[in-house]
């Protein structure tokens, strides 16, 4: 299983970027998707999740300016950031929670992407 992001770059502040996150491999089913950002010195955060069934939650610092979303469809989370802040700059992480099945045998673990740099100027 792998998990691709892509949409992060440079960006003023005010503006928006809009984050993907693709999952492949060999999966049965996808629970929740997420996204989490590390910034330099600082812990790994929670920024946004989102179950299979459409429910989300945000950290209270992006709330009303970061939508998440997915595409069960194509296996795909999605973050729409705008009103970005300089505050906002970090390493963007996907998370997924995903079942697989391995020889008749079922699986559930948690999987995580790359990375992708997000850096809002003032």
């Known amino acids: 299983v792998q998990l691709v992001e892509s949409g992060g770059g440079l960006v003023q502040a005010g503006g928006s970027l809009r984050l993907s996150c693709a999952a492949s491999?060999?999966?049965?089913?996808?629970?929740?998707m997420g996204w989490y950002r590390q910034a330099p010195g600082k812990r790994r955060e929670l920024v946004a999740a989102i179950t299979s069934g459409g429910n989300t939650n945000y950290a209270d610092s992006v709330k009303g300016r970061f939508t998440i979303s997915r595409d069960n469809a194509k296996n795909t989370v999605y973050l729409q950031m705008n009103s970005l802040k300089p505050e906002d700059t970090a390493v963007y992480y996907c998370?997924?929670?995903?079942?697989?099945?391995?020889?008749?045998?079922?699986?559930?673990?948690?999987?995580w992407g790359q990375g992708t740099q997000v850096t809002v100027s003032s």
């Open positions: 998370n997924a929670r995903i079942r697989t099945l391995v020889a008749g045998l079922q699986y559930e673990n948690d999987y």
């Open positions: 491999g060999s999966i049965r089913s996808i629970n929740a």
